[in-house]
Nanobody
């Protein structure tokens, strides 16, 4: 089974940046769909970014695409989420997700795969103060 370890959360003032990382183990990383969810206080968990590790295509939902970037390091088997110009509404717990086989697919395909992901880790907390 894929094991995921999130890190990089913290407290930051509005306008600041954070970079979250997800270290993957226990599975062949280069065929995975990887993604990031977030759960704001009192709201449902939401899939916000995906990457297909085989081809490298990436996707961030429209409302965040101007500030957030998802990327990967295949050697380190790590997926990262760079978050810039953070706002108070970005506060929440961020979770990494992995599933499926991304070979020959796309980040959009991965979005469909990961929407049903349920094997949550502890996540990493992000607090943005205004």
């Amino acid at each position: 089974a894929v094991q995921l370890e999130e890190s990089g959360g913290g407290s930051v003032q509005a306008g600041g940046s954070l970079r979250l990382s997800c270290k993957t183990s226990g599975y062949y990383y280069r065929h995975l769909c990887m993604g990031w969810f977030r759960q704001a206080p009192g709201k449902e968990r939401e899939l916000i970014a995906t990457i297909d590790t085989a081809g490298g295509s990436d996707y961030v939902i429209d409302t965040l695409s101007d500030r957030f970037t998802i990327s990967q390091d295949r050697v380190q088997e790590t997926t990262s989420l760079q978050m810039n110009d953070l706002k108070s509404e970005d506060t929440g717990i961020y979770y990494c997700a992995a599933d499926g086989d991304s070979w020959g697919k796309s980040a959009r395909y991965c979005y469909g795969i990961l929407r049903d992901f349920t094997s949550w880790g502890q996540g990493t907390q992000v607090v943005v103060s205004s």
